[in-house]
């Protein structure tokens, strides 16, 4: 055989290596615990990309990007309570998926702005990336849902539905006239109610 043959046969075993191992992660990560017994997990702390089981990410508790032009009748209106549960106007740290809908996604700030049902409730993710003169991002400014006080931005594009057994830990209540400001704009794009 030639040496073309031998690096087309190494190609095949190699990729015939990283199926089986994509297969393996795939059944480990169907089979891990959900809820508090993964909030351990490599990457759930840390706010970096995981495809490992982790808090809001897989089975019924996953966080779920929804398409905001297709909810209706959504009701924004201010309501933090420290309680522990998901309230609107608070910021909770939860996995959110990546746009590609690979299975990866990130432990980041999300903006709770309504609820949704009694398991479930909108959020709308926040990021420290600038996003200046960026339509579909409005800043909030710094906060004490950042540690290192950096400005955060919310994207208004996407909507995100949360599992309450999904939230990681509550960061701070948004203070009411920030929260209106997003409920302002989120009213102007999706037609949503927003409440005084």
Known sequence: MTTNGNGILSALFAAVAAIAKAVTNTSTREK???????????????GTATLEPTVGHGGATETLELDPRSVRGLHVAYAPRRDGAPDAGEIVWTWVPYAERDGRGKDRPVLVIAAQSAERVYAVKLTSKSHDGDRDFLSLGPGPWDGQGRESWVDIDQLYSVHMSGVRREAAAL??????????VLERRFGWTAAA
């Open 175 to 184: 203070d009411r006239a920030r929260f209106e400001r997003v409920a302002s």
């Open 32 to 46: 891990a615990p959900q809820g508090p017994a993964a909030r351990t997990t490599a990457g759930a702390s840390t």
